[in-house]
């Protein structure tokens, strides 16, 4: 079993800043690609950013330059931080990894989530 573990969501004005964290534990073997995930209300899904293992990272064009993933592979833990934060900013944030966790005589990579934190940012 895999558990993810967000935190740092939280209410701020625009143009303030917050740290998201995701700190994943339980069977896992190896951590491949890690991100966050944001859903405002009415709204589908979107990738916010991503980070391989190899810390090669992607950004969506409506954070680049505000928003920072970063991840510490010795803590299993993944970073999001956010600056310049805009009232669009608004929605909950979803951690999502790649992990390959050991099953039986082999391994198995499968999509984890976390349950989500809420970041609100107010003009």
């Known amino acids: 079993q895999v558990q993810l573990v967000e935190s740092g969501g939280g209410s701020v004005q625009a143009g303030g800043s917050l740290r998201l964290s995701c700190v994943a534990s339980g069977s896992i073997f190896r951590i491949n690609s890690m991100g966050w995930y944001r859903q405002a209300p009415g709204k589908q899904r979107e990738l916010v950013a991503s980070?391989?293992?190899?810390?090669?990272?992607n950004y969506a064009d409506s954070v680049k330059g505000r928003f920072t993933i970063s991840r510490d592979n010795a803590k299993s833990t993944v970073y999001l931080h956010m600056n310049n934060l805009k009232p669009e900013d608004t929605a909950v944030y979803y951690c999502n990894t790649h992990i390959t966790t050991a099953q039986g005589m082999g391994f198995m990579t499968d999509d984890y989530w976390g349950q989500g934190t809420q970041v609100t940012v107010s003009s």
């Open positions: 980070i391989t293992r190899g810390s090669s990272t």
